[in-house]
């Protein structure tokens, strides 16, 4: 796994693929890393270059200082110019897809294709702000498990909870895994991030919107919003997931993702 250092920050990510197929990068959720991605990683590294990125304090990339969702933004940036990639199709569920949007907003010019994964453009609420500041508190003092304990049951779907337990596992491995600096970090970046619902309109490039049907934290009513107000998007509902449809339902999600990829 390559190690890319950048004028910010080191960067760690899984490449895999021919190095001059068209590339697409993946950018995971809060608060796992690149793993995430593993079996969309295995099936379209046939037909592509897959650049799966551990952000900053996750996974293999090492934890730096306070940091935005647009610096975030800027890391793939970097990683795109590091790693010559040209024009690439960028895809981030919940947390990676506020990146892939700043991305959208800030570097429109290198992006062939969106794939926007149970994510949204709003920005938090005062309410949502006030438990973001609360858990990176509790992350600082109490560790990884505490945060894993309250998200994983909202993060999955029943179906999930019920039928596949070596994916509850992987998932509660990853959470509490994660550097509890990193969680509050990422948290407060989350926290801050600018709403992006007025930028929808202006996205140019191919977009897929993906939604797990019984994803509770960003659900199909609002996915669907936000795929109506990009113009050139189209929208995937995947049966029987919750939140993180890649890991719950990795078939259905790499059989629409083949599909997008295709038409790029
Ligand atoms: C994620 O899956 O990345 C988180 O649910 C994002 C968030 O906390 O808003």
């Known amino acids: 796994m390559p190690t890319v250092s950048t004028p910010a920050a080191v960067l760690h990510c899984i490449d895999k693929g021919p190095a001059t197929a068209p590339a697409v990068v993946l950018l995971h959720g809060f608060p796992v890393h690149a793993g995430m991605w593993a079996a969309q990683l295995d099936a379209l590294s046939d037909t592509h270059r897959v650049i799966a990125l551990d952000a900053r304090g996750f996974g293999g990339s090492p934890r730096t200082g306070p940091y935005s969702i647009d610096t975030l933004a800027d890391d793939v940036h970097a990683l795109q110019r590091e790693l010559n990639l040209g024009r690439f199709a960028l895809a981030g569920l919940s947390m990676g897809g506020y990146v892939a949007l700043a991305y959208a907003s800030k ?23 006030e438990t973001r500041t609360k858990s990176a508190q509790t992350a600082r003092q109490q560790g990884a498990k505490p945060i894993a304990d309250t998200m994983l049951p909202k993060l999955i779907g029943q179906t999930t909870a019920n039928t596949r337990p070596q994916v509850v ?10 550097d509890p600096e990193a969680i509050a970090l990422a948290q407060e970046a989350m926290r801050d991030r600018p709403d992006r619902t007025a930028m929808l309109g202006s996205i140019a490039v191919p977009t897929l919107v993906v939604c797990g049907d019984a994803d509770t934290i960003t659900p199909p009513d609002l996915m669907r919003k936000m795929h109506q107000a990009i113009p050139n998007s189209r929208f995937e509902l995947i049966p029987q997931s919750g939140h993180m449809t890649p890991m719950e339902q990795p078939e259905a999600v790499t059989r629409a993702m083949e599909a997008f990829l295709g038409t790029l």
């Open 169 to 178: 596992a992987a998932l509660r491995q990853m959470m509490e895994a994660a």
């Open 107 to 129: 570097y429109a010019q290198d992006l062939r294709g969106l794939v926007l994964v149970d994510t949204k453009p709003e920005a938090d609420n005062a309410e949502a702000k």
